[in-house]
C-alpha cells in the first residue's frame, strides 16, 4: 500500500519478487520502506529527518532517489544544494494498442538496418559491449530487439527490469542513427511481440523525447514526478 502511485511502478519488480530488494522499518505493519531496483530507490511513508539522513548515508548515495510527496520536501530540507534534482515522467499503464499502426511503424526503416529478435547470444554481446543496460536472466525473462547495421549494434529495445507478468521498456539508438526510425521500428517490434506471449509493457520516461516515442507507438502522458542524485563530493 506504500507503493500503489504510478511513480513507483517499477518497484513492483521488487514487490513480485523478480528483482531487486525491500526493506520496511517493520516486516508486519510497515510504516516506512524502501524498494531497490537496478540504480532506483523508491521510498515511502512516514519516517523522521535523522532516521532517513542515516540511512540514506549508509545505504542510498549512489542510487537514483524517488520519494513519496511527504518525503521529498524532507530530503530536501536535510540535503539542501547537496542534491540535485530533476524529473521523469509516467507514462499510463492501461494501453490498447493500434496493432496495424505498430506493425507499419515496425517495419519504417531502411533496407541496410537489420532487426533481429535478441536471444542469449545477443543478449550476451549487449551486454558485454555495455550498449544498454537489459534483463540478467535474458534466456528465461528477456524479450527485446537489436539492430544491426554490418553487424555493428546500432540499437535495442529490450526488457530491462522484469515483473511477473510483463516489462519495462529500455531503449536506445546509437547517436550516429537517430532520427532515422531506428528507434520506433524497435520498440514497436517489442510491443507486438510482448502482446503476442501476453505481457504488459511499461514505459517511464526520462525525458521528453521519451514521452514523445511513447505517444507515436500508442502510449499517453500521465504526470511528471521528482527523481534526487547526490552531488559528488
Same mark, same amino acid.
Given at each position: ?9 517499477? +518497484?513492483?519488480?521488487?514487490?513480485? +519478487? /523478480?528483482?531487486?530488494?525491500?526493506? #520496511? ?5 510497515? !510504516? ?8 532506483? =530507490? ?18 542510498? *548515495? ?22 540535485? !534534482? %530533476?524529473? *521523469?515522467?509516467?507514462?499510463? /499503464? ?6 496495424? /499502426?505498430?506493425?507499419? @511503424? ?15 547470444? @545477443? ?18 525473462? +528477456?524479450? +527485446?530487439?537489436? =539492430? ?10 529490450? %526488457? ?13 539508438? %546509437? ?11 524497435? #520498440?514497436? !517490434? ?23 516515442? #511513447? ?7 500521465? %504526470? !511528471? ?9
Amino acid at each position: 500500500y506504500l507503493f500503489d502511485d504510478i511513480r513507483f511502478y517499477m +518497484g513492483h519488480s521488487v514487490l513480485d +519478487g /523478480k528483482m531487486g530488494e525491500a526493506y #520496511a522499518d517493520n516486516i508486519y505493519t510497515p !510504516k516506512f520502506a524502501i524498494l531497490i531496483v537496478r540504480k532506483y =530507490c523508491f521510498m515511502s511513508g512516514i519516517i523522521d529527518a535523522t532516521t532517513l539522513k542515516k540511512v540514506i548515508d549508509e545505504k542510498l *548515495r549512489l542510487y537514483t532517489i524517488i520519494p513519496s510527496d511527504n518525503l521529498k520536501l524532507l530530503i530536501e530540507s536535510i540535503y539542501e544544494n547537496n542534491i540535485n !534534482k %530533476s524529473e *521523469r515522467y509516467s507514462i499510463k /499503464k492501461d494501453v490498447y494498442f493500434d496493432i496495424s /499502426k505498430l506493425e507499419k @511503424l515496425s517495419n519504417n526503416i531502411k533496407s541496410d538496418f537489420k532487426i533481429i529478435k535478441i536471444d542469449e547470444k @545477443l543478449a550476451n554481446r549487449i551486454k558485454f559491449e555495455k550498449f544498454i543496460n537489459i534483463t540478467d536472466n535474458y534466456n528465461e525473462d +528477456g524479450i +527485446g530487439f537489436c =539492430c544491426l547495421k554490418d553487424n555493428e549494434i546500432i540499437g535495442v529495445a529490450s %526488457s530491462n527490469i522484469v515483473y511477473k507478468d510483463g516489462i519495462e521498456v529500455n531503449i536506445k539508438v %546509437s547517436e550516429n542513427f537517430r532520427r532515422k526510425g531506428i528507434g520506433t521500428a524497435l #520498440a514497436a !517490434k517489442l510491443i507486438l511481440e510482448c502482446i503476442k506471449e501476453n505481457k504488459k509493457v511499461s514505459w517511464d520516461a526520462a525525458n521528453m523525447n521519451s514521452v514523445k516515442l #511513447a505517444e507515436k507507438l500508442g502510449f499517453k502522458y500521465d %504526470s !511528471k514526478y521528482n527523481i534526487y542524485n547526490f552531488t559528488q563530493e
